[in-house]
C-alpha cells in the first residue's frame, strides 16, 4: 500500500524515537541532516535511513535506520519524532524524490525527502545495549529532534524557552534491553563482544 508522510502536529508535540549505527554515548548532539532516504523492509515495514554529520563526534559521520510505519499503514512511535522534525522545518508533507548519495564504494541513487537535506539541528542520542544471538549488541536510539537552539517543535510553536532539551542533557541514560538483562542475570555475557546491526522491530521505541 501507499504511505504518506503528511504533517501531523499532535504527533509533532510527542517527540522519541530509536534507530541504529556506529555506537555514540549518550548525549545531545549538534548534526546536519545530509540526507532522509525512504526505506521499505522485506516485510513492508516503512522506515528512514538518516545520513547524519555529527558535529565534533567520534564518527562524524552517521548512519541510523528509524522504522516508523508497518506494512498496513499502523504507525511506530518512532513516528513521533520524523513529526516534530517536520514541524520544525515547517513540513505540512513530505515530497520524495531521486538523490544521487555517496557510499563506500561510489555512489548510488535513492528515494530522498527533499525537506530534511541539509537541515542543521540537534539530536538527543541514547546508547543501547541488547543480547542477540549469543552476541552483545551496542546501538544509539534517536530519542528527539531540536532547533539549532534547543528547542522542541512544541517550544518552538508556543515560542517558550528550551526546557526539554535539559532532561536529554542531563538525565538521559543508557538503555539496556530485556535480553541483556536476562543475559547478565544468567551469567550469558561476553566481554568484549558487541554488534552493531539492530533486528528491524528494535525501532519501535520506548517512553521514557
Known sequence: MSFEFNFNEKMAEDTVATAGSKVLDTGVYEVEIITAEKIIASTGTIGINWQIKVEGAKYPNMVYNMWVAKANGDTLFSMNVVQGLMGIVGAKKLTEYKKTVEIKDGTKTVDAFKEFDNVKCKVAIQKEYDFYNG???????????????????????????????????????????????????DGELNEGTSGEDSKEEESSGSIL
Open 135 to 185: 552476541e552483545v549488541r551496542e546501538k544509539n536510539n534517536i530519542k528527539a529532534f531540536f532547533t539549532t537552539d534547543g528547542k522542541t517543535f512544541s517550544e518552538m510553536k508556543a515560542n517558550k524557552p528550551a526546557k526539554q532539551i535539559e532532561y536529554y542533557e542531563t538525565k538521559l541514560k543508557d538503555n539496556y534491553t530485556d535480553a541483556y538483562k536476562k543475559a547478565q542475570a
